[in-house]
């Protein structure tokens, strides 16, 4: 994990003084799980989760809430304020602050859309099939979510097939015993120095 965040250290800033990391995949592919211990390696980099800017009326509409509450304020080197969304009682909660970081990372489906591309320094895509990934998150969520995934597929399926993310990625990430697997993505051929980051605790619980 300590090489790629020293990689995504090196480059230049794509966002204001940001380096905006894109995390994106299908839901339940492990981009939460990823993006925190990527956060941890870059020393405690913030991580935006885009389920806290979606709402269950605009599960993919909120760019423009994105764009105005996060991205330009991020352009103008500024502290940025949002009110993440909770997802029990369907309210905004209480404004928080996201500082203009070194690197921030910015995760959940859709992190890589093409409104947001041009704002990032790097996109990475979590490399698992849909159906496995849906099942993961089925199963995390249990059956009293099952309505919600049922309308959440439909939704994604459109959203990707109207804005498809995987082939823009510069990165492509995949489980593996020793950790995660980085990749060249469809987007940038890094020839022969693919590399594998470690994790910190035993390989299944990676």
């Known amino acids: 994990m300590h090489d790629l965040a020293a990689r995504l250290l090196r480059l230049p800033p794509s966002c204001g003084p940001v380096r905006l990391i894109g995390v994106d995949g299908h839901a339940g592919s492990g981009k939460t799980t990823f993006a925190g211990r990527l956060a941890t390696a870059l020393g405690g980099a913030p991580v935006l989760h885009l389920d806290d800017i979606a709402t269950h009326e605009e599960l993919f509409d909120w760019t423009g809430r994105l764009l105005s509450r996060v991205i330009e304020p991020f352009e103008r080197g500024e502290t940025a304020h949002y009110a993440p969304y909770d997802w029990t009682t369907r309210e905004f909660g209480p404004v928080r602050e996201l500082p203009a970081a070194p690197v921030v990372l910015l995760e959940g489906v859709g992190a890589g859309r093409r409104a947001l591309r041009p704002r990032l320094a790097r ?35 459109r959203h990707f097939t109207d804005d498809p993310t995987q082939p823009f990625a510069d990165h492509v990430v995949r489980q593996s015993p020793e950790g995660y697997e980085v990749l060249p993505g469809p987007a940038e051929a890094l020839g022969p120095d693919q590399f594998i980051t470690q994790c910190d605790g035993p390989s299944a619980a990676c």
């Open 123 to 157: 996109l990475l895509w979590m490399e698992l099939p849909h159906d496995e990934a849906w099942a993961r998150g089925r199963r995390r969520d249990g059956q009293a979510q099952s309505d919600f995934w049922d309308g959440w597929i439909r939704a994604e399926h």
